[in-house]
């Protein structure tokens, strides 16, 4: 896979309020692009994905941009919830996904 | 709602005996893969099959591992002779599409544990 790269490796948020996690790519060429999430123990969980002719997208309390002149895609959680906190990763189009480091989302009551 | 299944869980083995770690991936689906984690470090890419061959695979992939879909439900990661640092959890995922049009689902993991 080409380059992905998360701007922080823990985000912490209190309950209830709003989660972003932001990314950064550096293939142009890219047009797909995917969010996994990962829990301690467990594999990883895709969540949304978008491709590049859209500047947005959403799911159930989840919202994924695409910014592609800065090349840069954040995921958007509503109201997060203990349940949410996870390692979180930004994957583009290719065979051999690389899923870097992540984001760490704690949730704190 | 169809998911990856693999078993077993946690697969115990002595250092240097072989082992076989089995997954079903979603049925209509034509993409397999592999991937590992070390426990604390990433999740690491393996191996990717279609059409019964390799179609991609890492430094990590040597000549001790190797991948079978032997009947039209499972596809299976042999490890030959393993050693020490073989000790992750080994994920399989699959994929309607190639991986740079569709996204992959991953399974809930086997946990190998060589002694």
């Known amino acids: 896979g080409e380059s992905v790269g998360l701007h922080l490796p823990t985000l912490s948020v209190q309950e209830g309020d709003n989660s972003i996690i932001n990314c950064a790519y550096s293939?142009?060429?890219?047009?797909?692009f995917i969010w996994y999430k990962q829990e301690s123990g467990k594999g990883p969980q895709f969540i949304i994905d978008?491709?590049?002719?859209?500047d947005k997208r959403q799911g159930q309390r989840v919202t994924v941009l695409l910014n592609k002149t800065v090349k840069h895609l954040s995921l958007q959680i509503a109201a997060t919830q203990p349940g949410d906190s996870a390692v979180y990763f930004c994957q583009n189009s290719g065979y051999a996904l690389n899923f870097g480091k992540g984001t760490s989302l704690l949730v704190t009551p | 709602e169809p998911e990856v299944t693999q078993t077993p869980s946690h697969q115990v083995t002595q250092m240097g005996q072989e082992v076989i770690l089995r997954c079903v991936p979603i049925?209509?689906?034509?993409?397999f893969y592999w991937y590992r984690q070390i426990l604390g470090q990433k999740v690491e890419f393996l191996v990717s099959?279609?059409?019964?061959?390799?179609?991609?695979k890492s430094e990590i992939f040597d000549d001790q591992f190797s991948v079978e879909r032997p009947d039209g439900s499972n596809f299976t990661l042999k490890i030959r002779s393993t050693k020490l640092e073989d000790s992750a959890m080994y994920f399989c995922a699959s994929s309607d599409l190639a991986g740079w049009e569709d996204t992959q689902y991953f399974g809930p993991g086997t946990r190998l544990t060589v002694l």
């Open positions: 049925s209509n689906h034509l993409y």
């Open positions: 978008i491709r590049s002719n859209m």
């Open positions: 293939n142009s060429a890219s047009d797909y």
């Open positions: 099959f279609y059409n019964n061959e390799i179609s991609e």
